[in-house]
């Protein structure tokens, strides 16, 4: 079964760091783009950054230099490592595998809540 | 940035209804556009993909148009577990979404 699980997600404060996790199933992270994609609350979507199945990554600009995306081909897992947390990071974060050659985001996780607060 | 404008952004519809929102880029993206549909407390789901694909399961009531900036998605008889919120999303360069148009029930 294909399948994504997101995990890690918590109550942080401001300038802290999280590890989000996304335990994929049912194809390899290795093989296919991957990304990750925040909703704030009561807000839209936006795309945060993208893992490659060559390794390249690849940001948006409000999150450079603070987030690092990452895989475990041995684990089949894809991370978001989160430094530096500000208040507006704060949403649910989903992982998503990319479509090529569309550009797609065709199968989503269930979401987990990072919540950035003192 | 690639900006994407959806509208409207919110619809008062009936069951049965035929509805068709839109989605203006910023600047040319070819046919790199998708829509998802999204309900509250759950991922979004992909619906249309390079503009006028249906992924697989979609029921084939939801139908994209359009090319180059101006793009719509219709739902020709909307059915009760259409009534949520839908973005588009552009992949000709770094990913944008809509700001999305949230169906509602008239």
């Known amino acids: 079964e294909v399948q994504l699980v997101e995990s890690g997600g918590t109550l942080v404060q401001p300038g802290g760091s999280l590890r989000l996790s996304c335990a994929v199933s049912?194809?390899?992270?290795?093989?296919?783009?991957m990304s990750w994609v925040r909703q704030a609350p009561g807000r839209g979507l936006e795309w945060v950054s993208v893992i490659y199945d060559d390794g390249s990554t690849y940001y948006t600009d409000s999150v450079t230099g603070r987030f690092t995306i990452s895989r475990d081909n041995s684990m089949n897992t894809l991370y978001l490592q989160m430094n530096s947390l500000r208040r507006e990071d704060t949403a649910v974060y989903y992982c998503?595998?990319?479509?090529?050659?569309?550009?797609?985001?065709?199968?989503w996780g269930q979401g987990t809540m990072v919540t950035v607060s003192s | 940035d690639i900006q994407l404008t959806q509208s409207p952004p919110s619809l008062s519809a009936s069951v049965g209804d035929r509805v068709t929102f839109t989605c203006r880029a910023s600047?040319?993206?070819?046919?790199?556009l998708s829509w998802y549909q999204q309900k509250p407390g759950k991922a979004p789901q992909l619906l249309i993909y390079?503009?006028?694909s249906l992924q697989s399961g979609v029921p084939s009531r939801f139908r994209g148009g359009g090319s180059g900036t101006d793009f719509t998605l219709t739902i020709t008889s909307l059915q009760p577990e259409d009534f949520a919120t839908y973005y588009c999303q552009q992949s000709y360069s770094a990913p944008t979404f809509g700001q999305g148009t949230k169906v509602e029930v008239k």
């Open positions: 600047q040319y993206i070819s046919s790199y």
């Open positions: 049912g194809f390899t992270v290795s093989g296919n783009y």
């Open positions: 390079d503009t006028s």
């Open positions: 998503a595998r990319r479509s090529q050659p569309s550009g797609s985001l065709d199968i």
